[in-house]
């Protein structure tokens, strides 16, 4: 069965990060969004200018911001999330018990990003690919061989400072 994604939404973050929403508005990948379902495309791309007479053309309903106080409501609301390997971002998704697939940005010093997506990766807590290969990964995306992310422990550093200052 194919995974079906009426509501896919897309995030930058705060960095600078214009090849993925270039790529995400390309032909080839509103082409394969479609074929996933999508029936809305919101996307939040940070300083990016994008003329909105652009999104016209684009075969589904398409919502487009620079940013918000808080995206929690638009990954509460998606099918699936498609964004950058930003940790705030990803711990967001992820608790929120959505689907992620990770587009590192290759832009960014060191590449950090691609460290954090290649392990929670390997963990199948999520997918990832570079901006070249988003059009491959969205067409092969499963949701069913993502694993849940599991819940934070709270109650592990009020432990540790129990036994250091013997309270417990």
Do not use: W
């Not at 994008?50 to 995206?71: A, G, H, K, M, R």
């Not at 990954?75 to 390997?85: C, M, W």
């Not at 018990?97 to 999520?126: C, D, F, R």
């Amino acid at each position: 069965m194919t995974d079906l994604f009426e509501e896919i939404f897309v995030t930058v973050g705060t960095t600078k990060f214009d090849e993925l929403v270039k790529k995400i508005l390309s032909d080839e990948c509103v082409q394969i969004l479609r074929r996933k379902g999508c029936k809305r495309l919101v996307i939040q791309a940070g300083s990016l200018l994008v003329n909105n007479n652009l999104l016209t053309d684009i075969p589904v309903e398409c919502e487009i911001f620079s940013y918000e106080p808080s995206i929690i409501d638009r990954i509460r609301r998606a099918d699936l999330v498609i964004g950058h390997s930003g940790a705030g971002t990803v711990l967001d998704v992820l608790r929120a018990g959505k689907p992620l697939l990770i587009v590192t940005n290759e832009s960014l010093m060191n590449n950090h990003q691609e460290e954090l997506a290649n392990k929670l990766k390997e963990e199948n807590y999520l997918s990832s690919c570079s901006v070249k290969d988003l059009p491959q990964a969205i067409e092969s995306f499963d949701r069913g061989q993502l694993k849940p992310f599991p819940p934070p422990k709270l109650d592990i550093f009020p432990k540790f400072l129990d036994s250091i200052f013997n309270f417990s």
